[in-house]
């Protein structure tokens, strides 16, 4: 009996610690249901973010808080405020794991490692697929296979980021990559990690939100190769599409706009398309269209173009400009030709042709310092009006103000100034040296050009805008304003010239600059009722303001496209990505 008493008073035993730990349990289970949003900021939400997910319990409640990290994305660099710890996106390895944005971590699998892991020519990319392999021996093979398309979009996001910053850097720039301050004169999004509290997120939001700001997301965007359809965001309303991302936004109560991001995917396939054609020996059939690479400079003077924000050259000592709309641009004229007879006749076109859009190619050409950056090829600007045709910024205008300069020097052999002879020489071995300088199509879409051909351009605009700096400070009398202004009054306004309803959107590049060379005794008949200096070194001035404005516009590429009102340029209203 003895036995039996034994074996019952075990299996009572048993039966009482398992209901105990089954009591244990439930009631574990219901403190740890009081972390509210919790399972929202997990692996499977936010990527490797959810490594800063924790639990604080709160004695006064008797209840657990839900506390999590979110990234806050802005622009850092060239005239922007670095940010203590934050970790700038760049796309490397180092920046991605800095920032949490690991190497396809966020890749939907099967399409995108298929792209990623085959080169143009069709053989696999060996190195990428070492990359791969590294990646999910540290852990975050989960990621990639299983949670992708199901992450806060904010995540995806990141590493779109990532993608086009990486293509917009200089291999040096590569090279010394820095995950905390940014190269010099260059603006890089950037993160740094904002802990919050689950109980001040809004019952609308069920997922963490990211966080930026509307002047920021305006320009990242816009890096990446989106347009922005539709910006009124006092209404709420956002929408950016482009190079397969897609922007949409809505209004949360108390919190304010959320914007929503997703990749399409279609750029990433019908270039893998492209590729299988070509290892199969097949042409291209045009019926693969891939829409136009757009990689711009990441600098802050780059970004104002697109609000149509025109930053000056400080040593012209010109002021800043706004010519997105023709009512901006009718302002401006007003500060450019002081004299107001380019702005009256420039009102009087857009009564008689509402339609009418004034070139702005040549006037940005003019008067803003270089953009683009020593040792990078990268040319494109995004465009910051809708008509930017213009002689500078095209090889046969190029072509005809050296055919024009030379027909000049050989009319007036004895009364040309050592400065023009200079210039046509520049024009000269430029065209010796440098084909693209005056022979290529203008209309060719261009994201890159020679290395080397953009520095010598580089150094032609610094040196020639040192020169008319110097006569400005020699003699007080001339001012570069009022050259510019002359040129406008009497080159672009002339009858019958570029602002005619004729040749508004042609591209006669050569009747252009016949027309300002037939124009010059004018403009220097009003410069010399100005400034005390004599007529040959007046047209030694202009001359050098043509050639530094061509040697401007052949480094850079307009990109056209939508730009954001100028009542938004610099907005630090908060915006929230989903």
Not at 460 to 489: A, P, Q
Request: net charge neutral.
């Amino acid at each position: 009996m003895a036995g039996v008493d034994t074996n019952l008073a075990a299996a009572a035993l048993a039966i009482a610690l398992v209901a105990l730990f089954t009591t244990l349990a439930q009631l574990l289970q219901q403190y740890f249901a009081t972390a509210d949003g919790y399972r929202r900021c997990q692996k499977s939400v936010m990527g490797e973010y959810a490594r800063k997910t924790r639990l604080h319990w709160r004695w006064r409640e008797f209840r657990f808080e839900t506390l999590y990290t979110t990234p806050e994305l802005f622009l850092s660099g060239d005239g922007a405020a670095v940010k203590r710890d934050q970790a700038l996106l760049t796309g490397s390895e180092a920046s991605r794991e800095a920032t949490l944005v690991p190497a396809n971590s966020v890749s939907g699998g099967g399409d995108d490692l298929a792209y990623f892991m085959y080169n143009a020519d069709g053989t696999r990319n060996m190195d990428v697929e070492k990359d791969i392999s590294k990646t999910r021996k540290r852990g975050y093979r989960s990621t990639v296979v299983a949670h992708a398309g199901e992450m806060a979009c904010w995540v995806h996001f990141l590493n779109g980021v990532h993608d086009s910053v990486r293509l917009s850097l200089s291999p040096g720039q590569r090279a010394e990559e820095s995950l905390i301050f940014p190269p010099p004169k260059t603006r890089l999004p950037a993160v740094i990690f904002r802990e919050r509290s689950w109980d001040f997120q809004p019952p609308d939001v069920v997922r963490p939100l990211a966080k930026t700001t509307l002047a920021d997301i305006a320009v990242i965007a816009r890096r990446m190769g989106m347009r922005w359809k539709d910006f009124r965001p006092s209404e709420g309303i956002l929408r950016a599409e482009g190079n397969s991302h897609i922007i949409t936004s809505t209004v949360v109560r108390s919190l304010g706009i959320v914007l929503q991001y997703s990749n399409t995917g279609q750029g990433k396939r019908l270039k893998l398309a492209e590729q299988n054609l070509g290892t199969r020996g097949r042409k291209n059939n045009g019926l693969l269209r891939m829409e136009k690479e757009e990689v711009y400079v990441p600098r802050a003077k780059a970004d104002s173009f697109g609000c149509g924000v025109l930053r000056t050259d400080r040593n012209l000592d010109l002021p800043h400009l706004t010519i997105s709309t023709q009512k901006e641009i009718i302002v401006a004229l007003g500060f450019l030709d002081r004299s107001g007879a380019s702005s009256a006749a420039l009102s009087a076109l857009l009564k008689e042709n509402p339609q009418f859009h004034f070139r702005v190619a040549d006037i940005v050409a003019f008067t803003s310092p270089m953009i683009r950056y020593r040792g990078s090829d990268l040319v494109q600007v995004p465009a910051p009006s809708d008509n930017l045709h213009g002689f500078t910024r095209s090889p046969p205008g190029r072509r005809a103000f050296h055919e024009c300069l030379s027909a000049y020097v050989n009319a007036h052999q004895d009364n040309v100034g050592e400065q023009t002879l200079k210039c046509l020489h520049i024009c000269r071995d430029l065209a010796a040296e440098f084909g693209e300088w005056q022979d290529l199509d203008e209309e060719e879409w261009r994201v890159t050009r020679d290395e080397k051909y953009l520095d010598v351009l580089d150094d032609h605009v610094m040196n020639l805008t040192i020169c008319l700096g110097e006569l400005e400070e020699k003699d007080h009398s001339f001012r570069y304003v009022d050259l510019l202004g002359c040129h406008i009054k009497f080159g672009m306004f002339c009858e019958g010239g570029e602002t005619s309803m004729l040749r508004n959107w042609g591209t006669d590049y050569k009747a252009d600059v016949e027309g300002y060379f037939k124009h010059l005794s004018e403009i220097v008949d009003e410069m010399r009722g100005r400034c005390d200096l004599e007529r040959a070194v007046i047209v030694d001035v202009w001359v050098t303001m043509m050639l530094r404005g061509m040697c401007w516009g052949a480094c850079h590429f307009f990109v056209p496209g939508e730009r954001v009102p100028i009542e938004f340029f610099g907005s630090q209203l908060p915006v929230y990505i989903g």
